[in-house]
């Protein structure tokens, strides 16, 4: 059974920093993508970034490039996104998703084949 489980979520001030971890298990294949999605109160879910280790290249929303960071431990199938210079409006619950190699700049939720139960990541001002 493939699972995937964040942690890392937590409260921080703006300006401050954050790392989230989405450790996966239960599959053995190697060509993936990971992608982080959020979703605030009251908003639809959006794509944050994504890393497929096919070709190890990563992708970022327009709101977070510069400041958050995914990479990939494939060895251990857990992927960090790190989250710099934090602002209130990244107040969201994180989630992690796996799904299949893609190369555009945004990952399609229609490509996900699972999801993780979420980090709560609060910011205040």
């Known amino acids: 059974e493939v699972q995937l489980v964040e942690s890392g979520g937590g409260l921080v001030q703006a300006g401050g920093s954050l790392r989230l971890s989405c450790a996966a298990s239960?599959?053995?294949?190697?060509?993936?993508?990971i992608a982080w999605f959020r979703q605030a109160p009251g908003k639809e879910r959006e794509g944050v970034s994504y890393?497929?280790?096919?070709?190890?290249?990563?992708h970022y929303a327009d709101s977070v490039k510069g400041r958050f960071t995914i990479s990939i431990d494939v060895a251990k199938k857990t992927t960090y996104l790190q989250m710099n210079s934090l602002k209130p409006e990244d107040t969201a619950i994180y989630y992690c998703?796996?799904?299949?190699?893609?190369?555009?700049?945004?990952?399609?939720?229609?490509?996900?084949?699972?999801w993780g139960g979420g980090t709560q990541v609060t910011v205040s001002s």
């Open positions: 239960g599959f053995s294949f190697d060509d993936y993508a």
């Open positions: 998703a796996l799904g299949g190699h893609y190369g555009a700049t945004y990952y399609p939720e229609v490509l996900v084949d699972y």
């Open positions: 890393i497929s280790t096919r070709d190890g290249k990563t």
